[in-house]
């Protein structure tokens, strides 16, 4: 008799990017392909898109009576993963536990010292190949030192069985897109949506020093052919009714030839379809000449992720880019009808009341659509650890969400901080809200502006704490009462 899998998602909320709307976990879909290809039986439970919680979770377990459990972990979600794993272990003690992401890829020898109870193996990096050859030496009783790329605890202290080689063709991936309930995954700001995370290309070139992606693939980059990606989409849309598609990928447009190409089939194919992606400014500078295919491909949706306004904190962060140009990248997205969203990071040690104002006059300058005002967080493999470590006042790894003050800034405290970063968001789209309003020619990208305003307001981590600034301005309010609750209805609709 097979054994099965449940892969569970940690049921972990901050109002971030899911005040956007809702998406299937793409990691689990490509696990379970992998695992059901070895002969395993899969099921997804997707406990954090369903707004189901540790009760639920619980008698999910019992229901489903799995001989393994699995989740994933950022450094915010590692609270919950293990508590996801902790209640498994006390409803069937034989259930066998793994746990994979980020945060264990580089965090195992702490999880597994303090958890090791609950905590039967870490998956240290990709999982598609790792986890079928540990459950399948597990099955047999062999060797599992044999099985590259796992973490586990024995007689007393952490076994590591060293790196794995990355999946050199990603298109020999097998991602399992039927175990997917594609009305649990809406857009909240354009009706009728259903939502896939789709990959093209692995890795990240770009050495950011408070981010994590070019350690996680060994400063790695590998593309998938054009042909199978857009073959992919095309499937998804004519067997689902998928119509909305986040490019999960960190860094798509690294090649143009291959990215251009990406572009042209999919105009060829001509599916009625909305595209969100995120790249980097120079590559939109690169691409001057073909914005005009991005948006003609379906490309609703570009995020650059500026993260500051001067050239001082840009070179902290080791962007290779200026001021001036994340101007211009982001005008060029916004003159091809498509939707800019950027962000900020805010909260250094060296932080003033001063240079948050800097940062929100020069953010205005950027004029991008959406404006996030982001929390520094100190993931603790991130470059800038050490440099941070000193004026970190909040352990809580849940509160590691870009969203709560972690640094403790010498000339002001965390909630000053919190309090400003507040009336960045409330200045910033006051301004943002009339102009969207007025704005003609472009009825989509109007529409979809004024409906993700109203859906962040009713679902990120702003509808809570605007109140301690005051009710969102009157003339704010007639902008978005006309539009419906697009997240609430969404919500109604797939629990019906």
Known sequence: MSKTVLLITPPYHCGVVEAAGRWPNLGFIYLAGELRAAGFEVVIYDAMSLWEDYPQIEARIIKERPDIVATTAFTATINDAIRILDLAKNIDPQITTLLGGIHPTFCYEDI?????????????????????ELLETLVAGADLRRVVGIAYWQDGHVVTTGPRPLIENLDSLRPAWDLVNWNDYP??????????????????IHECSFCSQHKFWNGTYRE???????????????????????????????SRERWEKILDLLIEMD??????METCVGDILRDRDIMWKYRKAGILFIYMG???????????????????????????????????????????PDETKESIQETFELAQEYDSDFMHFLMIAPWPYADLYKELEP??????????????????????????IFKAVLNCYKNYYMKKLP??????????????????????MENSFLKDHMSGLGKMPKAVEKYLKFLKPAAEKTKTDSAA
């Open 306 to 348: 500026v993260e500051a306004t001067n050239e001082k904190r840009l070179a902290d962060f080791k962007k290779e880019i200026k001021f001036a140009e994340s101007k211009e990248a982001i005008r060029l997205v916004k003159e091809a009808g498509m939707i800019s969203e950027s962000s900020v990071i805010l909260g250094m």
């Open 391 to 416: 004026y970190i006042e909040e352990k809580d790894f849940s509160k590691y969400n870009l969203v709560e003050p972690i640094i403790g800034p010498r000339a002001m405290s965390r909630d000053e």
């Open 435 to 456: 102009e969207w309003y007025l704005m003609k020619g472009n009825d989509l990208k109007r529409h979809a502006l004024l409906t993700g305003m109203k859906a962040v």
């Open 224 to 254: 998938r052919e054009p042909e199978p990606f857009v073959a992919e989409i095309a499937h998804l849309n004519l067997e689902y009714g998928v119509n909305a598609f986040f490019v999960a990928d960190e860094y798509p447009t690294y």
């Open 271 to 276: 599916l009625d379809i909305h595209l969100l």
């Open 112 to 132: 597994l010292q303090q958890s090791h109870e609950v905590v039967d193996f870490c998956i240290l990096g990709e999982g598609e190949r790792t986890a079928p």
């Open 187 to 204: 857009l909240y700001f354009i009706e009728d949506t259903k939502v896939a995370l789709v990959n093209s290309s692995r890795g990240c």
